[in-house]
């Protein structure tokens, strides 16, 4: 086997001039000219990070990194990556010295010659905590989530655009069935956003759902002159709860847009998100609008939007109150008592 030294290697190529060996992530070179494309270089981040000393890792192949855990999909992607001669990053389950597992998070990247052709490998190394079964499921939930939230926004414009061809005394029906259909494909965006695609992450910030919820509601259902509010103390909830407590939200703020300012142009919704003492969460959402008929109650079992407000609040426990009157418009309060489901942000 041809011998390189690290001087003369520091020479070749993009590393040139580089000191890798005080790098803090550990590397490693191979040389694909040579038999089997062995390791000709490691820094002191690698030996640290693997536990082998440069000696015993130099003239090796990196699969002796490999054991029977390790993922064969990925060793194979791997090996198709460098015969191909293409840069390739991946998370792989790796061995130390003294047997320990640890997975490595391994980008690796040709390095070209004057003429182009590949000279060495070069690999970037850096332990990360997760485990590849966890990896695999992550992928495949972060997939799943896209799709749904895709599939949810495709049926929303179906139902807007059905709504268009619908006469106007009936398309208050199909704007609230658009609500709810897009507070679902809402909660999936704020997933995403808060790092939530993933089986180990099960809270998102509960204020920034509820005002993204407003917002698009607001932008696309409400009146130029109503202006909208939104308020909320800082702290996570589980996602389950954030959507149970979105879609309650949902009811009754396109509640107070299609009958709170009948007759009127302008007007203001305030929606406040605040956490109580004793793990108590308050949604209030006040208008200040013409303000319910005497003698009327909401919500009722006249309506779905009444129906599913009234079902999803004794879902959690909640409570339900509403003031109303024609000089203060109306007021609805809901408490839902949930201790330890809450975990406060940062500010």
């Known amino acids: 086997m041809d011998e390189i030294n690290k001087n003369d290697l520091l020479k070749q190529g993009d590393v040139r001039g580089i000191s890798i060996d005080r790098m803090p992530l550990a590397m490693v070179v191979t040389n694909p000219n040579l038999e089997d494309n062995p390791i000709v270089y490691v820094n002191r981040a690698f030996e640290r990070l693997t536990g082998y000393a440069s000696d ?53 990247s040709p390095i070209l010659d004057d003429k182009g052709d590949v000279s060495y490998f070069l690999g970037v190394q850096r332990r990360v905590t997760t485990k590849p079964d966890i990896v695999s499921a992550d992928n495949q939930l972060r997939e799943v989530q896209h799709r749904v939230k895709n599939h949810l926004q495709m049926v929303v414009s179906m139902i ?48 920034a759902y509820i005002t993204r919820i407003v917002s698009a509601i607001g932008f696309l259902g409400g009146k130029e002159g109503v202006r909208i509010n939104v308020d909320s103390d800082s702290f996570e909830t589980s996602v389950e709860f954030a959507a149970r407590l979105g879609l309650i939200a949902s009811e009754v703020f396109t509640n107070a847009l299609q009958h709170g300012f009948a007759g009127r142009e302008s007007g203001l919704v305030e929606v406040r998100i605040s956490q109580l003492s004793g ?46 009157g024609a000089a203060t418009g109306t007021t609805i309060t809901i408490d839902v008592p949930h201790q330890g489901e809450t975990e406060r942000g940062a500010n």
């Open 56 to 108: 015993a890792a130099v003239g090796r192949n990196c699969r002796f990194l490999q054991g029977p855990e390790t993922d064969r999909r990925t060793i194979e992607a791997l090996s198709n990556a460098i015969k191909d001669k293409r840069e390739i990053e991946v998370d792989l389950l790796n061995y130390r010295a003294d047997g320990e597992t640890f997975m490595n998070h391994l980008l690796i």
């Open 279 to 324: 793990g108590v969460i308050r949604l209030r959402v006040t208008d200040d609008g013409v303000g319910m008929p005497a003698g009327a109650s909401w919500p009722n079992g006249n309506s779905l939007g009444g129906r599913i407000v009234k079902t999803l609040i004794e879902g959690i426990g909640g409570k339900l109150s509403v003031d109303s």
């Open 160 to 207: 807007r655009m059905q709504a268009e061809q619908t006469p106007e005394n009936a398309r208050g029906q199909f704007s609230t069935l658009a609500n709810r259909v897009e507070t679902l494909q809402l909660l999936y965006q704020e997933m995403t956003d808060a790092g939530v695609g993933s089986v180990r992450a099960t809270k998102i910030q509960l204020g």
